[in-house]
T-cell receptor
Framework: GAGVSQSPRYKVAKRGQDVALRCDPI?????LFWYQQALGQGPEFLTY????????KSGLPSDRFFAERPEGSVSTLKIQRTQQEDSAVYLC?????????????FGPGTRLTVL | KQEVTQIPAALSVPEGENLVLNCSFT??????LQWFRQDPGKGLTSLLL?????REQTSGRLNASLDKSSGRSTLYIAASQPGDSATYLC??????????????FGKGTLLTVNP
């Protein structure tokens, strides 16, 4: 595709609900990243995939957060039993570079609001 | 742990003015440094990427410099325009061998250029 796309763009959840956020990276991009951006803050790293392999999940804030990329393209970030502190913009990025230091291309993000 | 700080947090200037945004980082072992632009409700757009071996990069009216020894980078915008209004984020790729894919972001500088 022309760029990284994310869906939904906005999600409102009641506390305790499960949510699933989708990322479609640029076609052929090997590496995929998820970031969390709280209001007024810079993005913070959550997890990194190289193809279908999740090589780093050290940034996931709790075991309620789970990410997958089963076929090495589309990725889903799932948050179980959402809490108010999960409210943030979740950004996905991809790069053709094998996890190294090339420019990361970002999607528009999903704004999650937990009531 | 790498920490990235951006000063000022917000800046308002009249159209046509030249301006400088500042970024500092605590760990000088960086692989490269990137400047991004973020518009409201949108993802990040990469503006400039400076490799650790370089001192500056230029693109149009933008010039970014890097001084690893002092842990500083600056983004210079010449002849600012209202369309430059956005949040500007700097981010560092850590030079740590296996995990240098991780970007550490500052909180950003909110720039407003007034017509």
């Amino acid at each position: 595709g022309a760029g990284v796309s994310q869906s939904p763009r906005y999600k409102v959840a009641k506390r305790g609900q499960d949510v699933a956020l989708r990322c479609d990276p640029i076609s052929g991009h090997v590496s995929l990243f998820w970031y969390q951006q709280a209001l007024g803050q810079g993005p913070e790293f959550l997890t990194y995939f190289q193809n279908e392999a999740q090589l780093d999940k050290s940034g996931l804030p709790s075991d309620r957060f789970f990410a997958e990329r089963p076929e090495g393209s589309v990725s889903t970030l799932k948050i179980q039993r959402t809490q108010q502190e999960d409210s943030a913009v979740y950004l996905c990025a991809s790069t053709n570079n094998r996890g190294r230091t090339d420019t990361q291309y970002f999607g528009p993000g999903t704004r999650l609001t937990v009531l | 742990k790498q920490e990235v700080t951006q000063i000022p947090a917000a800046l308002s200037v009249p159209e046509g003015e030249n301006l400088v945004l500042n970024c500092s980082f605590t760990d000088s072992a960086i692989y490269n440094l990137q400047w991004f632009r973020q518009d409201p409700g949108k993802g990040l757009t990469s503006l400039l990427l400076i490799q650790s071996s370089q001192r500056e990069q230029t693109s149009g009216r933008l010039n970014a410099s890097l001084d690893k020894s002092s842990g500083r980078s600056t983004l210079y915008i010449a002849a600012s325009q209202p369309g430059d209004s956005a949040t500007y984020l700097c981010a560092a790729h850590r030079d740590s061998g296996g995990s240098n894919y991780k970007l550490t972001f500052g909180k950003g500088t909110l720039l407003t250029v007034n017509p």
